[in-house]
């Protein structure tokens, strides 16, 4: 049965603070297991930073409605795997007669942004909107998955809109402090860091780091964690460190560092760095094996912000999914004259066709060639919304994306 337009079928949810601390655990850990997009990513620092928040937030969320759900007695089971493991925290429902697997997708609404095109959110705008499929984008709430995703094994979804400051560019308005850094994979060092783990340690070899502060006068006595892998699993320290090198070793690789408030504020207020280099190794180093240097600006506060806040709207199984979404129009940017509304994607382009072809979701173009339940890359919606008239480049999806509405979905209480 559709999720009927009532404002009580949404779980309005502020996850704990032992979420959020487990979230950013995750994220300094996963990040280079993940998904083989990173594979891409890996040499693009925003792309990494963005994942990583995706990581936290996810974690975050799916222990959230882990949680009510269960406080709700609904049946379910938690199966967590290793971090290296994509998917690893997954929600079994062993009692269910249409699924198995409940993948859980989150999109974030940031509050400090003041976009004219969009009122205030609320559940009751959410459950206003819950069939509007367009044109404006300011009340359009598409629940998304990625194009190239839609091919993974999912049997059915869950999907939330989370609320908050915009937590990517600052390190407060959080109840404490997760500071991670990780691996600069623009250099062939930080490549070597975080590559070949695996078969690394079937062959038992490994290397060693060096840590040091560096600048007009270094400071004494502050750490740095540095998360590594060895022999399957976490290997990591607090080392102190100084003007003087220290070391830590033997590892395959390394997920990421951290450091604690007042070693970022040093870093923050001095010319003052952590270098990090290899000194010793079982492999042959690149050719370029310069230290990386990290400032303050490279630490990310994983930990989720204090004012955040998830709906939770409904469920979905994937073939309910598709059919659904092939009932709803395609659509594309904005144009400078209508800024506020997407336009009908009705023919596709031969880049496109390939694209749909690529990942088998063809189903969402009919025979005369209209796009079905698709937004193109640079369309927009509300969590996604378009903020330069002038330049039609800022803001919208970052990629292609498939598409059904609140409408569609079926309420949580029905698991």
Same mark, same amino acid.
């Given at each position: ?136 984008w300011g009340h359009f709430f598409p629940l998304l998955i990625p194009y190239d995703q839609f091919s993974q094994n999912k049997d059915a979804y869950c999907f939330g809109i989370s609320s908050s400051i915009d937590y990517r560019d600052q390190i407060t308005g959080r109840s404490g402090y997760e500071l991670y850094a990780y691996p600069d994979t623009d250099k062939q060092i930080g490549q070597f860091l975080v590559e070949d783990i695996e078969s690394r340690e079937s062959a038992n070899v490994g290397f060693t780091l060096g840590l040091q502060f ?23 320290? =607090?080392?102190?460190?100084?003007? $003087? *090198?220290? @070391? ?7 997920? &990421?560092?951290?450091? #604690? ?69 395609? =659509?594309?940017?904005?144009?400078? $004259? *209508?800024? @506020? ?7 596709? &382009?031969?880049?496109? #066709? ?62």
């Open positions: 049965m559709p999720l009927p337009d009532n404002v009580d079928q949404i779980w309005e949810i502020q996850p704990n603070i032992e979420d959020k601390y487990l979230g950013a655990r995750y994220a300094g850990i996963s990040l280079f297991w993940t998904y083989d997009r990173m594979k891409q990513e890996r040499r693009n620092s925003r792309a990494k930073r963005n994942r990583a928040f995706n990581i936290s937030k996810g974690l975050v969320a799916q222990r959230a409605l882990r949680r009510e759900l269960e406080n709700r007695d609904i049946d379910l089971e938690v199966e967590e795997k290793s971090h290296r493991v994509t998917d690893s925290y997954d929600l079994r429902f062993p009692s269910h007669s249409e699924f198995n697997d409940l993948d859980v997708k989150t999109f974030n609404h940031f509050t400090n942004y003041g976009v004219r095109e969009k009122p205030q959110l609320t559940p009751k705008l959410i459950a206003e909107n819950f069939d509007y499929e367009g044109p404006k560096t600048g007009d006068d270094p400071p004494e006595g502050h750490k740095v964690k540095v998360i590594g892998e060895w022999n399957g699993h976490i290997k990591e320290k =607090w080392i102190s460190i100084g003007e $003087k *090198q220290e @070391t830590f070793g033997k590892i395959a690789g390394v997920d &990421s560092f951290k450091i #604690k408030k007042d070693t970022y504020q040093i870093l923050d207020r001095t010319d003052t760095e952590i270098s990090v280099e290899v000194i010793a190794s079982d492999m042959d180093l690149p050719i370029k094996n310069t230290p990386l240097r990290y400032s303050a600006e490279d630490f990310y506060n994983l930990l989720m912000p204090t004012d955040f806040t998830i709906y939770f709207i409904g469920w979905i199984t994937k073939p309910e999914f598709q059919q659904r979404a092939m009932e709803h129009p395609g =659509w594309k940017k904005p144009s400078k $004259k *209508q800024f @506020t509304q997407n336009q009908k994607w009705e023919s596709m &382009s031969s880049s496109d #066709k390939r694209l749909f072809s690529s990942k088998n979701i063809d189903w969402a173009v009919t025979d005369d060639g209209t796009v079905r339940g698709a937004l193109r890359k640079n369309s927009s919606c509300y969590y996604y919304p378009k903020i330069n008239r002038q330049n039609l480049k800022y803001g919208g999806l970052q990629k292609t994306n498939l598409y059904v509405l609140p409408g569609d979905l079926r309420a949580l209480d029905d698991l």
